[in-house]
């Protein structure tokens, strides 16, 4: 019965410590010279700077995917085919948000959590 006991707890860490191993959906944002980023690499980018112009560049981006990638469908704001990185033209004033369902070559999928970017510029 002890033996059992154990096992079945092995069993069931295993499983729960699989949930931390999922691939996450991360963003990076480029603003322009002088400008501040917060937050890139996470999953929440916000940017500011002072060039008066209404657009920068982003991406939202895979991170820690533990098995081989087949294909990724992205969902939300970001409209892109295929890939592990979403590269996006990220207006000012907007936020972004997005996830992605991601399909392993071993035939099981998953889906991220969701990631965010904001940009503001001038006053």
């Known amino acids: 019965m002890k033996t059992t006991l154990i096992a079945s ?3 069931l860490l295993g499983t729960l410590s699989l949930g931390s191993q999922a691939a996450d ?3 990076s944002l480029n603003v322009k ?3 501040n980023v917060w937050g ?3 999953n929440h980018c916000s940017g500011l700077d002072f060039s008066f112009g209404n657009s920068t560049t982003g991406k939202f981006y895979i991170a820690n995917a533990s098995k081989t990638i087949s294909k990724v469908i992205w969902n939300g704001d970001a409209s892109c085919s295929g890939g592990t990185t979403c590269n996006m033209t990220i ?3 907007r936020q972004y948000n997005a996830s992605a369902t991601i399909l ?3 035939g099981t999928y998953e889906t991220t959590n969701s990631a ?4 503001e510029t001038g006053h």
């Open 9 to 11: 707890a092995l069993v």
């Open 25 to 27: 959906l991360r963003c």
């Open 33 to 35: 010279s002088g400008g």
């Open 40 to 42: 890139n690499g996470s």
């Open 91 to 93: 207006r000012a004033y």
């Open 104 to 106: 392993y070559t071993d």
């Open 116 to 119: 965010h970017i904001d940009y």
